[in-house]
């Protein structure tokens, strides 16, 4: 059990690898557009199986992160968590043709130069994971459009000086 990021093919033994994986080089855009921090970064412990010119990468992940509230863009911490299940193929141009044909439900990568990048396969999974569009509570009123202060902060003084423009001039008229 070491600390990997990268392993080379001929390092999996036939009866397979187990290992732990701490991915702390990770930037928090690598994650995804909508990630602000990272907290404790992706852990993985990982296996890793042979068969054939194929290698099966599963396991199970977790990291701790800040979202970004898609509406008043505040902080969300959030534990993300989940399972591996990838198979690893040579390079499109060097397998034979029954390995390309895959059914389509089953994840698949392929490896570079003889060697996996595990980080690359466990910060897929977390993006994947990740709400598209994170709120920081299912009712975030989100921010004023027109000072950018949250509206859970209560009124701001712009609420009463938009004015719907039928008003307005009705105000005007009254005056006049
Ligand atoms: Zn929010
Ligand atoms: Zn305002």
New binding site residues.
Partial sequence: MGFEVKIRLEDIPAEGLELCLRDAGVRPRELGSQVGKIVAPPQASLRLRREGSMVLVTGHYQTRLHLVCSRCLAAVEVEVSGEVDTAFLPPLEDAPEEIRLQPEELEVGFYQEGEIDLALVVRQEVSLALPMAPLCRPECPGL?P??G?PRAEGA????EQVVDPRWAKLAKLQLG
């Fill in positions: 004023c027109h000072c202060r701001c003084s712009c609420a």
